[in-house]
């Protein structure tokens, strides 16, 4: 079978990152999220770190060339041999090009593009509830999943807060830098045949049913 590698494609705030990390468990693939990278190198406060920081606090997207090499590293690393799970990467076209440049040289390509999407007021009900956790990263909804005890992870006890580009007022820019940047990679994946549209306004288990029933059929046809 080739190898499974996966985008996962959408709004901020619409539920992908929610969905590529059950995926990545039950399928056991790595779950390459560049935002997780990014503040990762924000909290350990590293050269990459201190220049995305401003562009990720003002919700505008880091410039290519910082993305493309980290996401370079990442997929070369041994627990990607089977394949992996992209999680907001890539977010341009050029993105894009670089990342397929680098796949076929290894005889590669994208498997398929998954699309979430949802009106915009879910998806900004989505964001403004968000909680995430400072330690593991795990994600919460203060009014529909919340943590069991306030301000604690439910899975690994660490403290959780609201991202600064979580704000209400950081959402309208990065929802505009999504609609000029990232939208355009849907016609995109859709050009090339490797688009797959959720809708993504139901319950989490339900649309994660529809990505594993898809998933596997890309399995076999594989
Ligand atoms: P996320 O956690 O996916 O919402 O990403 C948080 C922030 O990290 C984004 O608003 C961008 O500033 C930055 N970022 C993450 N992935 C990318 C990417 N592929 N290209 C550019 N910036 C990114």
Do not use: W
């Not at 397929?100 to 005889?107: F, G, I, Q, R, Y």
């Amino acid at each position: 079978m080739s190898k499974l590698i996966l985008v996962f494609l959408g709004p901020p705030g619409v539920g992908k990152g929610t969905q590529a990390a059950k995926l990545a468990t039950d399928l056991a693939l790595p779950h390459i999220s560049t935002g997780d990278l990014f503040r990762d190198h924000l909290k350990r406060d590293t050269e990459l770190g201190q220049k995305a920081k401003g562009y990720m606090n003002e919700g505008k997207l880091v410039p290519d060339e910082l993305v493309v090499d980290l996401v370079m590293d990442r997929i070369a690393a041994d627990d990607c041999n089977e394949g992996f799970i992209l999680d907001g990467f890539p977010r341009t076209v050029a993105q894009d090009e670089s990342l397929e440049k680098a796949l076929s040289a290894n005889d590669q390509k994208v498997s398929a593009a998954l699309y979430f999407d949802a009106p915009r007021e879910t998806i900004v009900a989505r964001i403004s509830g968000r909680r995430t956790c400072k330690a593991c990263g795990a994600m919460y909804h203060a009014e529909f999943s919340p943590t069991a005890k306030d301000g604690v992870c439910d899975a690994c006890g660490g403290e959780t807060y609201q991202r600064v580009d979580d704000a209400a007022e950081k959402v309208s820019e990065r929802l505009s830098e999504y609609d000029n940047k990232t939208g355009p990679l849907v016609p995109h994946y859709r050009e090339k045949g490797v688009l797959k549209q959720f809708d993504a306004e139901g319950g989490v288990d339900d649309i994660y049913g529809q990505v594993k029933a898809f998933v596997e059929g890309l399995k076999q046809g594989a």
